[in-house]
């Protein structure tokens, strides 16, 4: 017997789809206000615990804001975990979502087929980098599109070693989290870890894990692939696959430096091992470029996508070189490319592509560090601001020189931010993540930078 009725949840008013969205934070009430309070008290007795951390309940959401279940409207830098890459309740996402509703919901593409999504699989073949022919996997999430990479690797390789990065976060599922390395409370008590993973130290520069610097490292931490590790632990001939992300994204969001890229993808070459970029967090435009690792000029044979690529609606997808697909039967899902989830998926591409939100990502990202670059010039605590794009952080110190995390301090300002209005996540450490709607504009910046700025100084009063 349910206590509460289904069908009346507690809502703010929203306004209609398409409407112009109210702009700037509006508090009525304390975060989390009486309503909130009652929606999280029943989440804690019915849902299992699972990662959060902020008491924020959200009743609706358009473009770059939420209101919450109290009437509180809240500037969302968190875009549902770089979800929303087109905003909330993009007018076209909704509009796709609820035709395709009314007409076709799922018809099983992985046995039947469907013609909206060979036009999502072709389109997605034209933006993903590499001009060869390429092949698309639907999958449902990001981890079942790293699943889903890591077996077509190995499948077509037959071998049983796998690398991946130190910090990297690629999933909770038991293949994605066996090469999942961001934090020990992920993997605690579930090995053992599907066999053949291995992991290297990543390109961290602000904390390299050499003590080194760049450009005078000449790239150490790359060329110890193969100068150390494949003449010591890991049999280069028996490796399947690297995986790394387009930009490190759960372990803090470290950019990897120029040239790092090449050097591990020609080590790779060498032993023909196929590279798995990771595009779940970093692809659809978060860096200014449909995939991150553009900027880089290296091509995967394997980039895994999944959050934004479904503007709101659960989908993933892998796209491959089209020589390393698979034969019938050795891979498959029931909802991979759901018709709703790839109409929702060519409204937002085609959004991105209307709205010029690439270059939004651009302009927008390189203002926001501009603004968190004055805020670190005059707070100490932030040791480094760093990023592409749309998909920055900063990062929190007890000392500049010695880059201690300040971990504490950082959650502290996570909470005051909010209690201020203003939706962030934190990522690594002791780092805080700016990853707003890629529609943002410069005024909800500024109010973000503002919060963020006083949410520093109320931290430091209640230390
Ligand atoms: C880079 C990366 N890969 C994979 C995943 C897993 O995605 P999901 O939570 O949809 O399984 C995430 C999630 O944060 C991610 O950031």
Redesign the pocket.
Known sequence: MSETPLASPPRASSPPAGSKPARGVLLRTAIPGPEAQKVIARDQKYLMTVTKTEPIVAASGQGVWITDVDGNRLLDFAAG?SVLNVGHSHPDVVRAIRDQAGILQHFAGTDFYYDLQVRLAEKLTQITPGTFAKKIFFSN??????EAALKIARWNRRRPITIGLLGA????SMG?LSMTASKPVQRARYAPFVNGGHHIPAPTCYRCPYKLEYPSCDLYCAKILKELYFETSIPPDDVAAFIA?GVM??GGYFVPPKGWHQVIKSTLDEHGILFID?E???GMGRTGRWFAIEHTGVTPDIL?M??AVGGGIPM?AVAMRADLDLGTGAHSNTFGGNLIASAASIATIGVIEREGLLHNATTQGDYLMQRLHELQSRTDEIGDVRGIGLMVATDFVKDRRTKEPAVQFRDRVLVEAYRRGLILLGCGKSAIRYIPPLIVQREEIDEAVEIVDAAISAARAGA
Do not use: L, M
């Open positions: 975990i999430s990001g981890t079942e599109s790293a976060f690629h999933g909770r994605s992300e994204g759960e990771d779940v967090q970093s895994t999944a959050k993933g």
